[in-house]
């Protein structure tokens, strides 16, 4: 089993900037991709960024990209988004999802890394709120 702990969220103004951390509780960190996805209220969970497990990868939902930076830590256990120029539609739960590279793929497309049902582990998410 992996546990995941996202930390990170507040409430940030439009432009500001927030950095969100995911920690795994796992001695296999290493070999999981690590998905973050967010869901506003009343809406669908969305696919925002991804990485794979040896850092090669790293994919970007249209809304999120050139404003969105995720990385890992594999020494540390930790995937981080750091978010720039934050925009009230930015205003969301964040949760990071993990899966193990062997089902993933170890070079996936698109359309596999940003699949919510592709992700076997789930945090329970953290708020993020952007006013205007």
């Known amino acids: 089993q992996v546990q995941l702990v996202e930390s990170g969220g507040g409430s940030v103004q439009a432009g500001g900037s927030l950095r969100l951390s995911c920690a795994a509780s796992?001695?296999?960190?290493?070999?999981?991709?690590v998905g973050w996805f967010r869901q506003a209220p009343g809406k669908e969970r969305e696919f925002a960024a991804a990485?794979?497990?040896?850092?090669?990868?790293?994919y970007y939902a249209d809304s999120v990209k050139g404003r969105f930076t995720i990385s890992r830590d594999n020494d540390n256990n930790t995937v981080y988004l750091q978010m720039n120029s934050l925009a009230p539609e930015d205003t969301a739960a964040y949760y990071c999802?993990?899966?193990?590279?062997?089902?993933?793929?170890?070079?996936?497309?698109?359309?596999?890394?940003?699949?919510?049902?592709?992700?076997?582990?789930w945090g329970q998410g953290t708020q993020v709120t952007v006013s205007s």
């Open positions: 990485i794979t497990w040896n850092t090669a990868n790293t």
């Open positions: 999802a993990a899966v193990w590279s062997g089902a993933l793929g170890y070079d996936p497309p698109y359309r596999r890394v940003s699949a919510v049902n592709e992700y076997r582990y």
């Open positions: 796992t001695d296999t960190f290493s070999t999981l991709a």
